[in-house]
């Protein structure tokens, strides 16, 4: 697996301070019958990657996740990630033991961009999904907590420089700048 710099008690850092603050005020699950967390029902090969090292905050021996170790090279990583990295799926969608949920699912409806100068922006996510998601259809007004708590754990995740070469080159894709700006 590649390894990334970010430590697991930072991981764990990151998770007791996302586990404190929510989107909306409300289980957001209701508005869409938890349309993100039964995604997997709708097409199986849904899931998400963990980051580099997030692996290490949790058992694989869990029963609540199928893993799958990803050759980088194989997809449309960046050039830094060399190896494999693992992409993770819920089995028992919608409960899951929610304080283990992937920084990618709990940063979720946002997700991180970074403009040409580098500045990082919270942005409602972009991704091609097979549901329709509420809050971002509608952009919804989220808690200004889960802002800032999510912009400041993507702003230290931004000092992993293999977790920044992601965001960079998702942002450029977004952008339609192609892999390398």
């Not at 007791?16 to 019958?33: A, H, K, N, Q, Y």
């Not at 494999?84 to 919608?94: A, D, H, L, S």
């Not at 409602?124 to 919804?140: H, K, Q, R, T």
Request: glycine content about 6%; aromatic content about 10%; some cysteine.
């Amino acid at each position: 697996m590649i390894k990334g710099s970010t430590r697991k008690r930072t991981y764990r850092a990151i998770y007791r301070l996302l586990d404190r603050v929510s989107p909306v005020p409300f289980e957001c699950g209701t508005i869409c019958g938890s349309a993100c967390c039964n995604a997997a029902e709708l097409d199986e090969s849904l899931g998400m990657m963990l980051l580099p090292g997030e692996d290490k905050i949790h058992d694989r021996h869990d029963g609540w996740l199928t893993w799958e170790a990803l050759i980088t090279n194989e997809y449309e990583f960046p050039e830094s990630w060399q190896g494999k990295v693992w992409f993770v799926r819920c089995k028992t969608p919608p409960e899951c033991p929610r304080h283990l949920r992937p920084i990618q699912c709990r940063s979720f409806p946002l997700t991180p961009h970074l403009d040409e100068d580098g500045g990082l922006h919270m942005i409602f996510n972009d991704f091609e999904l097979p549901y329709v998601c509420p809050m971002i259809e509608d952009e919804a007004e989220l808690d200004e907590r889960f802002v800032r708590a999510t912009t400041t754990v993507w702003r230290h995740l931004l000092r992993d420089p293999l977790i920044y070469d992601l965001v960079w080159k998702e942002s450029r894709d977004r952008d339609g700048n192609g892999k390398d700006s």
